[in-house]
């Protein structure tokens, strides 16, 4: 199983970018997918997670701007990012994993990462 993460670039503040997380030998099924980003010199943290168990769930600074969804036919989840701000310039990374509800922001929790997507918006 390999996840590709895709769709990062240069934005200015207050523009939009989908990124893409595509699966390659296997489906997502039951799975959780969810989005983490590592800004520069930051700890990594939690963005957006789609489980069909356990819901949809933000991180409450993208909560209203940024939107998930799947398309299981393509193996794809998307993230729709919208009203882009400097501080969300970070490395955009997709992950799989089957954790907990009360652990679906852990990022322990995920066993598969993809590559990463380079995400910069400039202000």
């Known amino acids: 199983v390999q996840l590709q993460a895709s769709g990062g670039g240069l934005v200015q503040a207050g523009g939009s970018l989908r990124l893409s997380c595509t699966t390659s030998g296997h489906t997502f099924g039951n799975k959780a997918i969810a989005w983490f980003r590592q800004p520069p010199g930051k700890e990594r943290e939690f963005v957006a997670v789609i489980s069909r168990p356990r819901g949809i769930h933000y991180a409450d600074s993208v909560q209203g701007r940024f939107t998930i969804s799947r398309d299981d036919p393509k193996n794809t989840v998307y993230l729709q990012m919208d009203s882009l701000k400097p501080e969300d310039t970070a490395v955009y990374l997709c992950?799989?994993?089957?954790?907990?509800?009360?652990?679906?922001?852990?990022?322990?929790?995920?066993?598969?990462w993809g590559q990463g997507t380079q995400v910069t918006v400039s202000s």
């Open positions: 992950a799989t994993g089957n954790p907990i509800y009360s652990a679906l922001k852990d990022a322990d929790m995920y066993y598969q």
